[in-house]
Nanobody, 122 residues
Framework: QVQLIQSGGGLVQAGDSLTLSCVVS?????????MGWFRQAPGEGREFLAV???????RTYGESVKGRFEISTDGKNTVFLQMNNLRPEDTAVYYC???????????????WGQGTQVTVSS
């Protein structure tokens, strides 16, 4: 019933900015609290990027993107990840996800978006 639909990926050049969106349907107060973003490069595990409550009262970032990426929401059904000063090493499949609490661990997330490719050229 819960669906997370992502958009906004694509090919950009180093130094560019890009914003990803994640539209959530079927959300209720008791099935998600933390909205997170992860990424996965080929041959690697899913790396934590950011997590936020829907009102952005709590926001936490992974060290590799702290200061460059920002998570936000519209307070209703959409979560965003604004990515600034992109680097080739940011190239990966990006996923949004929902958990019942704030967490940095992918295993704690119960719902996942379909993923979207972000490729940063040099």
């Amino acid at each position: 019933q819960v669906q997370l639909i992502q958009s906004g990926g694509g090919l950009v050049q180093a130094g560019d900015s890009l914003t990803l969106s994640c539209v959530v349907s079927g959300r209720t107060f008791n099935n998600m609290y933390g909205m997170g973003w992860f990424r996965q490069a080929p041959g690697e595990g899913r790396e934590f990027l950011a997590v936020s409550t829907w009102n952005t009262g709590i926001r936490t970032y992974g060290e590799s993107v702290k200061g460059r990426f920002e998570i936000s929401t519209d307070g209703k059904n959409t979560v965003f990840l604004q990515m600034n000063n992109l680097r080739p090493e940011d190239t990966a499949v990006y996923y949004c996800a929902a958990a019942s609490f704030i967490s940095r661990e992918a295993a704690n997330y119960n719902y996942w978006g379909q993923g979207t490719q972000v490729t940063v050229s040099s």
